[in-house]
């Protein structure tokens, strides 16, 4: 089960990097349980769309990779990278064009091959510090 668990969280960052938002449907519940979810979003798989749209709008080139991936019973873990170039506004800060990088872990719950939970944490002051936002 390891295996399958880890193949969906992979497909999960090939489909956010590719922008076919759609395919997120065969990955996540509809019902999905995002405990860190983006302000102002709709629960579930919905809210989760939201999410990735408004980061596509924001950093036009962004990409997710997995540097690492922990499989064990129903939960994946990956240490992840993201990456873009700020070209839309940001939590009221206009586009800079400035790359940016910013780390993050994410943990997911799969339940009948779908993503039923997730936790994350990101790097959120290191992305304000290379957009000019803090020292």
Do not use: C
């Amino acid at each position: 089960m390891s295996a399958e668990n880890k193949a969906v969280a992979q497909k999960l960052y090939d489909v956010i990097n590719s922008n076919a938002l759609d395919s997120l449907d065969a990955l996540i519940a509809v019902n999905v349980n995002d405990h860190n979810p983006s302000p102002g979003v709709a629960p579930g798989l919905a809210g989760t769309k939201q999410t990735l749209s408004m980061y596509h709008a924001v950093f036009s080139d962004l990409r997710v990779t997995a540097e690492d991936m922990i499989a064990d019973g129903d939960k994946v873990v990956v240490r992840l990278t993201m990456t873009g170039t700020h070209t839309g506004e940001f939590m009221g800060l206009p586009p800079t064009g400035k790359p940016v990088t910013m780390s993050g872990i994410e943990m997911f719950r799969l339940a009948g091959g779908q993503i039923a939970e997730r936790w994350a944490e990101f790097d959120m002051m290191s992305l304000m510090q290379q957009l000019g936002v803090m020292g």
